[in-house]
């Protein structure tokens, strides 16, 4: 069992920067392919950006390419989403999932851990 915990989420204006944190404990953090998800009200979970171990290998939403960069630091277990020249749509719940297989994937139901959450928030 890993137990994921997202943090760095807030209120920012359009054009800001945010860095979101997803600490893990439980299983071991190395093997897994951690990823970043976001969920707007009223509107289906969607994929943000992956990242496979040990770091080389990623992949992003076309969305969001060119301006968040994800990255993990296996020696303290944990994963980051640098976000730059942040917009309103951006403004969602974003959830960092990790799977224990090899293959990065976009598809939520390929991910069978999840964290709670933190809300990212971009006004105008």
């Known amino acids: 069992q890993a137990h994921l915990v997202e943090s760095g989420g807030g209120l920012v204006q359009a054009g800001a920067s945010l860095r979101l944190s997803c600490s893990t404990s439980?299983?071991?953090?190395?093997?897994?392919?951690m990823a970043w998800f976001r969920q707007a009200p009223g509107k289906e979970r969607e994929f943000v950006a992956a990242?496979?171990?040990?770091?080389?290998?990623?992949d992003y939403a076309d969305s969001v390419k060119g301006r968040f960069t994800i990255s993990r630091h296996n020696a303290n277990n944990t994963m980051y989403l640098q976000m730059k020249t942040l917009k309103p749509e951006d403004t969602a719940v974003y959830h960092c999932a990790s799977h224990g297989r090899e293959r990065l994937s976009r598809d939520s139901r390929d991910y069978d851990y999840w964290g709670q959450g933190t809300q990212v928030t971009v006004s105008p």
């Open positions: 439980g299983r071991t953090f190395g093997t897994f392919v």
């Open positions: 990242i496979q171990w040990p770091g080389i290998n990623t």
